[in-house]
T-cell receptor, first 109, second 114 residues
C-alpha cells in the first residue's frame, strides 16, 4: 500500500517559476524523504527531513514538514527545464521505505 | 563506488519462463530493497533485507516471486513462472540504515513478459 500520496499528480510551469508539490501520509514517521526520477532512470535522493524538523533547505529546494497534519511540501524555486522529472515523497512508517505515486513536473523553456 | 548495480537492464521473456534479476548493493550498506514500478500501481515495495536477512516480504505478490541475499554484496529476485502482468521496471536500492536513511537506487531492470 502507498504510505505517501503526492499532490498534484501533474504540474506544468514556465521556466523561472516556482513549483510546489505536496505529500500526505498516514502513519507516524522518523523521517520523510523526497526523491526525483528522470524518465527511464532510477530514483535519486534529494533531501531528508527529520520528524522534529519543520523546514529544511538545500540549494533551490525547500521542504516543510507538519507532523500534526501528516503532510510535507517540496518547493523548487526558479525552476529550470532540467528540473522536469517525477518527484516522490517517501516515508519510513513501520520501518519500511514506501513511496507515493509521485508528481510529474514539466518545466517549459 | 559505482553505485547500486542491477542486471540485466532489459529482459524480454516468454510467459512461463523463469526470470532472475540481480543486484549488487553499495559496499557497506546493510539494507537492501526490491521495488516494482508500473504506471497503474506506482512504486511498490516487494521485500527488504537487513544484514542479509529478509525483514518484510509482505509486498511480494505471490509464491511465484522469491528473493534471496546470500551475502552482503549480492541479491536476486526470481519470478517462476513469469506472467505478462509481471511486466514492469524492477528497482533495487540500498541504504546504510534501513528506511530511515537515504536510499540509493540502481538503474532498474525493465522486464517484458510476452
Amino acid at each position: 500500500s502507498q504510505q505517501g500520496e503526492e499532490d498534484p499528480q501533474a504540474l506544468s510551469i514556465q521556466e523561472g517559476e516556482n513549483a510546489t508539490m505536496n505529500c500526505s501520509y498516514k502513519t507516524s514517521i522518523n523521517n520523510l524523504q523526497w526523491y526525483r526520477q528522470n524518465s527511464g532512470r532510477g530514483l535519486v535522493h534529494l533531501i531528508l527531513i527529520r520528524s522534529n524538523e519543520r523546514e529544511k533547505h538545500s540549494g533551490r529546494l525547500r521542504v516543510t514538514l507538519d507532523t500534526s497534519k501528516k503532510s510535507s511540501s517540496l518547493l523548487i524555486t526558479a525552476s529550470r527545464a532540467a528540473d522536469t522529472a517525477s518527484y516522490f515523497c517517501a516515508t519510513d512508517g513501520d520501518y519500511k521505505l514506501t513511496f507515493g505515486k509521485g508528481t510529474l513536473l514539466t518545466v517549459n523553456p | 563506488d559505482a553505485g547500486v548495480i542491477q542486471s540485466p537492464r532489459h529482459e524480454v521473456t516468454e510467459m512461463g519462463q523463469e526470470v532472475t534479476l540481480r543486484c549488487k548493493p553499495i559496499s557497506g550498506h546493510n539494507s537492501l530493497f526490491w521495488y516494482r514500478q508500473t504506471m497503474m500501481r506506482g512504486l511498490e515495495l516487494l521485500i527488504y533485507f537487513n544484514n542479509n536477512v529478509p525483514i518484510d516480504d509482505s509486498g511480494m505478490p505471490e509464491d511465484r516471486f522469491s528473493a534471496k541475499m546470500p551475502n552482503a554484496s549480492f541479491s536476486t529476485l526470481k519470478i517462476q513462472p513469469s506472467e505478462p502482468r509481471d511486466s514492469a521496471v524492477y528497482f533495487c536500492a540500498s541504504s546504510l540504515q534501513g528506511a530511515i536513511a537515504e536510499a540509493f537506487f540502481g538503474q532498474g531492470t525493465r522486464l517484458t513478459v510476452v
